[in-house]
């Protein structure tokens, strides 16, 4: 799961030449970006199994002080996986998993970047990698989450019964200098039953 997890937040740090998409789709990793968070920036990270037809959900907490203000703010996804392969199959890949978070616009006020891959050229690998960004002043809805849903499907057969690993990053980044790594570091932390 290590490996998976290292694949998803190495690709998601890359900055790059748009003349080197065919070699290296998201360019060339920024490593310190992915070594630490700086108080504006939260990078959650996650990992499981799934089978094939089946999704697991996530529920990622949101900043407080972005709630309500037209600061900008991005919003990052990628998942890595392990896929059995099908050789002479044109999808080559038996399954493929896919992440999406709901309403991003409603729930964080967000859309997807127009200045990344084309969205089904982003699917066809084994690292989805998605970023969102915006400005929207929006209230918080669903008790300040935001859900993310992953899930597997089969792509060119014979995926059936298989355990799928997969590892998954999401940041939360904010354009001003805003607490974001505190705030959802607090939302996060287990605190004692009285």
């Known amino acids: 799961m290590a490996i998976l997890v290292s694949a ?10 748009p003349r080197l998409v065919l070699r290296r789709p998201y360019g060339i990793p920024k490593i310190d970006r992915v070594l630490e ?3 504006n920036r939260a990078t959650l990270v ?9 999704a697991q959900s996530y529920r990622i907490p949101l900043p407080q002080s972005l709630a309500g203000v ?12 392990t ?4 050789p002479g199959h044109q999808s080559y890949r038996s399954v493929k998993l896919e992440a999406a978070p709901d309403t991003p616009f409603e729930v964080l006020g967000v859309k997807r970047r127009k200045k990344q891959p084309s969205d089904p050229s982003c699917k066809r690998g084994s690292i989805f ?6 400005d929207s002043a929006v209230a918080f809805l669903e008790d300040g989450t935001l859900a993310l849903r992953i899930w597997c499907k089969e792509d060119s057969g014979s995926g059936e019964h298989l355990q799928i690993r997969y590892g998954v990053a999401v940041t939360i980044e904010s354009g001003t200098a805003l ?3 505190q705030e959802i570091q607090e939302q996060l932390r287990i605190r004692p039953r009285s």
Request: proline fraction near 9%; aromatic fraction near 10%.
């Open 8 to 17: 998803a937040l190495s690709s998601r740090s890359c900055e790059g030449d």
């Open 37 to 39: 968070c700086t108080p």
């Open 46 to 54: 996650g990992y499981g199994t799934l089978q094939t037809d089946s």
């Open 70 to 81: 037209t600061d900008p703010r991005f919003l990052s996804v990628t998942l890595a996986w």
């Open 83 to 86: 896929s059995p392969i099908k």
């Open 129 to 134: 990698h998605e970023h969102f960004e915006g």
């Open 179 to 181: 607490p974001i790594y």
